[in-house]
């Protein structure tokens, strides 16, 4: 079992990172030969909140190299929080990042300095027959100096059986698709009714009609959006000249699911990468949200959340 990548797109696996870190603290990522997935799975989440993610291997990747028996796959379960670290220290002068320039020098203690990262590599290794992702980070002081950092992040490597086991959410189809607004703003406005209620339902139509609302004994609130695109998907376009019953939809209907304003908050984290998000209501039963990053005709990846219902009373 082999595998090797340069990391040249940090910046983007960072905060990715800072998305995901926030929802579970043990991550699975299972390497192929073209897809990285990011998976967070656990029913302990809050709201049993859940992401499958698949980010291309050239948008992060360059030198990718790997190898195994089950058909050049390779899943991992790790800290989210210690690949977060080996991140930070990756990036390019990051708060908080030092280095003692005095390689090797255990009395160096004066000269510290940040560095600004010129190579990243990572690759699968063992220690002391622990199971390792170890990132050798390669940049320049301050003064210059060439100066090199290794960040060894432990692992489990799943067995072929178990990865196989992995699936994502059984889901209903959809009953609506709309792009949501800038997710920096949405999250604004949801900061402001969190302390109004726990829960929030969010409404759309097939006329570009978005709704945002909280609804309790003492307070209701509403934000309406007008003129949200709402795209077509694959399946609908392939049906547009069939025979089904799409033109018998009102498309002034909306559909609506009542979910945890805590796990609307933690998707809402992902503006740091968004580019573009498309929701997606399952009523009564879940939301779907679809996180691109980068143009969506030509994404380097997508992160996929799942939000499951709350039943309100």
Not at 13 to 40: N, V
Not at 196 to 213: D, F
Not at 220 to 238: A, D, I, Y
Not at 243 to 269: A, C, Q, T, W, Y
Request: charge should be negative; include cysteine.
């Amino acid at each position: 079992m082999r595998f090797r990548a340069n990391i040249d797109n940090v910046p983007t696996f960072f905060r990715i990172m800072q998305t995901l870190e926030k929802l579970q603290k043990r991550l699975i990522i299972k390497f192929t030969e073209t897809t990285m997935h990011l998976i967070c799975n656990s029913d302990t989440n809050e709201g049993g909140i859940q992401v499958w993610s698949q980010i291309k291997i050239p948008s992060i990747f360059s030198k990718y190299r790997i190898q195994s028996n089950a058909n050049n796959e390779i899943t991992l379960v790790l800290s989210s929080e210690a690949l977060l670290g080996a991140l930070r220290s990756a990036s390019s002068n990051p708060s908080g990042l030092t280095i003692n320039p005095n390689n090797g020098n255990p009395n160096g203690q004066g000269n510290v300095n940040s560095i600004e990262t010129e190579e990243v590599i990572v690759r699968l290794t063992k220690k002391n027959e622990q199971a390792m992702l170890s990132f050798e980070i390669t940049g320049l002081s301050r003064l210059g100096r060439t100066v090199r950092v290794a960040h060894d992040v432990r692992i489990e490597v799943l067995k072929p059986l178990d990865a196989a086991r992995l699936g994502e959410p059984l889901c209903p189809a959809p009953d609506v698709h709309v792009l949501l607004p800038p997710l920096q703003k949405l999250r604004t406005i949801v900061e402001r009714l969190r302390p109004m209620s726990n829960i929030l339902a969010l409404r759309a139509n097939n006329s570009g009609v978005l709704q945002i609302a909280v609804n309790t004994e003492g307070v209701k609130v509403e934000t309406e959006w007008r003129g949200c695109t709402n795209p077509k998907t694959s399946e609908e376009e392939e049906n547009a000249d069939g025979d089904e019953d799409e033109g018998e939809k009102d498309p002034e209907k909306l559909h609506s699911v009542v979910i945890s304003i805590k796990s609307f908050l933690k998707f809402l984290n992902s503006h740091v990468v968004s580019t573009t998000t498309i929701a997606c209501i399952c009523q009564h039963h879940c939301l779907i949200l679809y996180v691109y990053i980068g143009d969506v005709a030509d994404a380097g990846g997508v992160l996929t959340f799942y939000i499951p219902a709350v039943i309100d009373e």
